[in-house]
């Protein structure tokens, strides 16, 4: 159990909303009276509450009373977490985001809010006093903030960020949810093969067949060159969804071989990885390192998805998307919905 208290505008907000994703059931401002229910009732997981000298009843003496009896008791190990800022930093916050402070009512700028900040420290006081953890937010970016409530409240082995690897087909659109796609039309495409045709990218002739086209080698080095230091990048600055779009006239050979064999090198390097094939209706995860051979489908050789040595050395970050790479294709038959 966790209880975020401190000063409006330091951030109590954004720290419950990290808790709630780490898997807290959170509860912001509830009555007094409900406070104590609450705390004393049991629960299924872990527990954040806020609250502050909004909160109904508020009286920071009595709060310190109940948590010190649920203590006593054993019943929960209860944590104070007291959210703090500068006066200046405070200021500055509630004239960008033009809202009244709770304890100045007389105004939304200048005295009025300077007057109900120092109240709000007086009310505050002895929490902050007796609080387990002070987290001063005053010069903390976001992530940092969410970082370390992630560490000291995260359950061990969390994950920071879970990647989805989903193929599709352009004549459906794009994948609504995506934040990076990639174009895989330049590669020669298996469907005109009338051997190839009827199979998918899941299929070990027709990973064959792509690994086949001179262009398939470069394009993974540079990609993987490319995809490799993003990840962590978007992890360090908060983000826990990402999700990469493989895409080709059909969401059927190109996009589903490609999109396979990426969710398997992010597995291998540790990331939690969803793998979805829009066209094929077809959805799978994977545990970062504790990757499992995933069952084989009819036509699937296991052997097909292994790791190869890139044709090009990992170096230089590229736009898929050059001229070389950005040759239209032919024209292609419709291809009917495989579902």
């Known amino acids: 159990m966790v209880v975020v208290t401190g000063l409006s505008g330091a951030g ?4 419950l909303r990290v808790l709630e994703d780490l898997g807290h059931e959170t509860v912001d401002n509830p009555p007094l009276a409900v406070l104590g229910e609450l705390m004393a009732g049991p629960g299924e997981g872990p527990l954040a509450i806020g609250v502050d000298t909004r909160t109904r009843g508020f009286d920071a003496m009595a709060l310190l009373a109940g948590l010190d009896a649920l203590r006593a008791r054993g019943a929960a190990a209860p944590e104070l977490l007291f959210v703090d800022a500068a006066e200046e930093v405070l200021l500055r916050r509630f004239s960008e985001t033009r809202r009244r402070h709770p304890l100045a009512p007389a105004g939304m700028a200048g005295g009025g809010v300077a007057d109900g900040i120092a109240r709000e420290e007086e009310a505050l006081a002895p929490l902050r006093e007796a609080a387990d953890w002070v987290l001063d937010t005053s010069g903390l970016p976001l992530p940092d903030m969410r970082r370390m409530i992630e560490r000291r409240y995260g359950p061990a082995g969390l994950a920071g960020m879970t990647v ?14 995506a934040d990076l796609v990639l174009d895989l039309r330049f590669l020669r495409n298996p469907h005109y093969d009338p051997v190839l045709r009827p199979m998918t990218g899941r299929d070990a002739a027709v990973a064959d067949y792509i690994e086949g086209d001179p262009e398939w080698g470069p394009f993974w080095a540079r990609m993987t060159a490319l995809l490799d230091p993003l990840l962590p990048a978007y ?9 990469l779009a493989l895409g080709c006239t059909g969401g059927k050979h190109r996009s589903v ?7 398997r090198h992010f597995a291998r390097a540790g990331w939690p990885v969803d793998l979805s094939h829009r066209e094929l209706g077809l959805r799978e995860a994977f545990h970062g390192a504790r990757l499992q051979a995933a069952p084989a489908a009819p036509h699937i050789d296991p052997q097909s998805m292994t790791e190869t040595t890139p044709a ?9 998307l050059d001229n070389k790479l950005a040759q239209p294709c032919p024209a292609r038959a419709a291809i009917p919905d495989p579902r």
């Open 12 to 15: 109590k907000s954004s720290v």
């Open 257 to 263: 071989f490609a999109a396979e064999r990426l969710a």
């Open 312 to 320: 090009a050395p990992r170096t230089a970050q590229i736009n898929p």
């Open 235 to 243: 992890e360090a600055g908060g983000k826990k969804y990402l999700t």
């Open 164 to 177: 989805t690897v989903q193929s599709f087909g352009y004549p459906r659109g794009l994948p609504r949810e």
